[in-house]
């Protein structure tokens, strides 16, 4: 891992680049088991190789001393830090932040890997207009058992994956996506980390956290933009068990439920905003598409992704109204600063 650890314990790159230079950049990566050392071992090799390395790679122990005890064994030419904050892949995420020295601070999934040397690259070459606050790649499913027919692209987003529905081009969206993303690292000081009460805790299966960060981050900074690139790609697993309908059901049940509860910190207008549009666009079309391919191309699976779709709407809505209905959370518990630390905990 030569090459992603050109900073001392003593540099912070803040405001040292020069004009039309390229922000250093810290790529933070958040683990909580030893079950994923085999893609850990992947994704730390491929991150030097990239035409525009990181300055340094942060892994965020999400599972206490031992866990990072390991990594520091494993991996040592990553900087390991232990997450001594709330459990949870936005408390790890905030622990990341917290360590990172360069301007640009991006994130990717401990079970993912760039699709190409040119990852970093195109994740961060927006970053010479300054109202680009952050961007995000796309991220392609890598499924580790066949993937079953009956699974529409309209709901790639239940395994992580960008759905159809995305601008193919790329440009500005309301929020870019844990897995796949880049951040300036002075926005985290003005506006805070992320929220840890909208994240996903170990296996559970879903997390808004990114969401609600970028919501409130476009609220201070009006004039401030998201980008999506899609030629900054990952290809992320999909296990075995992500392949089910029965993970398809719970996953639309509960998101639904965690942006309902994001919609109460930032306002249901600009938090729901990109949903609506979605059920109102994109899964019509799926519909439609699923149809068609049963009838006109003799695809049987095309009524499977056509029911899919309606089911996987049907459930959602069955989570959104379950969840309106529930009282709020009490206010607070949500530490959202980031508490720069000294380098090595």
């Known amino acids: 891992m030569g ?6 314990e003593t540099d912070s790159l803040h405001g040292e680049r020069e004009t039309g230079a390229q922000p250093a950049v810290s790529v933070v990566v958040c683990a909580y088991t030893e079950a994923r050392l085999d893609s850990l071992h992947r994704l730390l090799d491929a991150l030097p190789q990239q035409t525009r390395p990181p300055a340094e790679v942060i892994l965020v122990a999400d599972g206490g001393d031992r866990l990072a005890a390991t990594f520091r064994r494993r991996f040592p030419d990553a900087l ?3 997450n001594d904050g709330p ?16 301007e640009v601070v991006a994130f990717i999934d401990d079970d993912a890997a760039p699709a190409d040397e040119r990852w970093l690259e195109w994740l961060t070459h927006g970053y010479s207009e300054p109202h680009v606050l952050g961007t995000g790649g796309r991220v392609e ?37 844990m897995g796949n993303m880049s951040v300036r690292r002075t926005l985290f000081d003005e506006v805070g980390g ?12 879903f997390g808004v956290q990114e969401t609600e960060f970028c919501v409130r981050a476009a609220h201070r900074r009006p004039g401030g933009v998201f980008l999506y690139e899609p030629r ?26 965690a942006k309902v509860e994001m919609a109460r910190h930032v306002g249901a207008r600009s938090g729901l905003a990109a949903e609506r549009a979605y059920l109102a666009r994109v899964l019509p ?30 459930v959602a809505a069955c ?18 600063a980031i508490d720069v630390r000294p380098i090595g905990g």
């Open 3 to 8: 090459g992603a650890g050109e900073l001392t």
């Open 80 to 82: 390991v830090v232990v």
């Open 87 to 102: 459990h949870g892949h936005a408390g790890a995420a905030n622990r990341g932040v917290s360590a990172a020295r360069g």
């Open 141 to 177: 499913p890598r499924w580790r058992t066949a993937r079953p027919g009956w699974f529409p692209d309209e709901f790639l987003w239940v395994v992580g994956a960008t759905h159809r529905g995305m601008a193919a081009g790329g440009g500005a969206v309301r929020n870019v996506w």
């Open 194 to 205: 992320f929220r840890t009460s909208l994240s996903r805790v170990g296996t559970k299966p």
């Open 232 to 257: 900054a790609r990952v290809v992320h697993d999909v296990p075995a068990a992500r392949a089910t309908f029965a993970y398809f059901r719970s996953h639309c049940f509960d998101e639904a439920v």
């Open 285 to 314: 079309g799926g519909v439609v598409r699923g149809l068609a391919d049963a009838a006109l191309r003799r695809d049987p699976a095309g009524l499977g992704r056509a029911g899919a779709i309606v089911a996987g709407a049907a």
């Open 319 to 336: 989570g959104y109204t379950r969840a309106r209905l529930r009282p709020a959370a009490r206010p607070g518990g949500d530490d959202l």
